[in-house]
T-cell receptor, first 114, second 114 residues
Framework: DQQVKQNSPSLSVQEGRISILNCDYT??????FLWYKKYPAEGPTFLISISSIKDKNEDGRFTVFLNKSAKHLSLHIVPSQPGDSAVYFCAASVLGGGADGLTFGKGTHLIIQP | KAGVTQTPRYLIKTRGQQVTLSCSPI?????VSWYQQTPGQGLQFLFE???????NKGNFPGRFSGRQFSNSRSEMNVSTLELGDSALYLC?????????????FGQGTRLTVV
């Protein structure tokens, strides 16, 4: 049973446009959400996070939106750049130590086209 | 500040053998988690160690085990290897102050079972 779902295995966006990556979760105990970026042959790199007390967190070109009632979060990248091409993982956890560590989605492969 | 170091980077083992992977966390981090990444299942949580104690465990068989030493370095062991154990094994370290569960990942160990 996938508790964190990224329904789009891949996404292609033109350079300079906005990239929107989506993530849904089912476990209402999750209260901390993170996005990681992964290049081939490297470990995931932390991008941005949001706690459930907020509905938006922004860091430069990256903004994460959280809709708790819909159990949905999204990552917006604007403007998209070629270096953004990577696999993006959504992850969720319960603050204070959940029994399952970080729960990851299966990832979305973002391709930025020139 | 050195990042998370995993050794070896690549391993080829035969079915039935056992393997030990090593992870050195970021200096000062006391929490070490292990994840398995496969194309079909994405990133799945194996277990987490904190101060030499296994604190959380994912849904993996007992063939997967680990330990943490007093210097926070961690090892993961897989016994009686199966073909399906071929995967990228990622280690993540965290300071785990309670308010921030951001994890920093190593580059991973690519295990191939033949």
């Amino acid at each position: 049973d996938q508790q964190v779902k990224q329904n789009s295995p891949s996404l292609s966006v033109q350079e300079g446009r906005i990239s929107i990556l989506n993530c849904d979760y089912t476990n209402s105990m999750f209260d901390y959400f993170l996005w990681y970026k992964k290049y081939p042959a490297e470990g995931p790199t932390f991008l941005i996070s949001i706690s459930s007390i907020k509905d938006k967190n922004e860091d430069g070109r990256f903004t994460v939106f959280l809709n708790k009632s819909a159990k949905h979060l999204s990552l917006h990248i604007v403007p998209s750049q070629p270096g953004d091409s990577a696999v993006y993982f959504c992850a969720a956890s319960v603050l204070g130590g959940g029994a399952d560590g970080l729960t990851f989605g299966k990832g979305t492969h973002l391709i930025i086209q020139p | 500040k050195a990042g998370v170091t995993q050794t070896p980077r690549y391993l080829i083992k035969t079915r039935g053998q056992q393997v030990t992977l090593s992870c050195s966390p970021i200096s000062g981090h006391r929490s070490v988690s292990w994840y398995q990444q496969t194309p079909g299942q994405g990133l799945q949580f194996l277990f987490e160690y904190f101060s030499e104690t296994q604190r959380n465990k994912g849904n993996f068989p007992g063939r997967f085990s680990g330990r943490q030493f007093s210097n926070s370095r961690s090892e993961m062991n897989v016994s009686t290897l199966e073909l399906g154990d071929s995967a990228l094994y990622l280690c993540a370290s965290s300071s785990f102050t309670g308010a921030d569960t951001e994890a920093f990942f190593g580059q991973g160990t690519r295990l191939t079972v033949v």
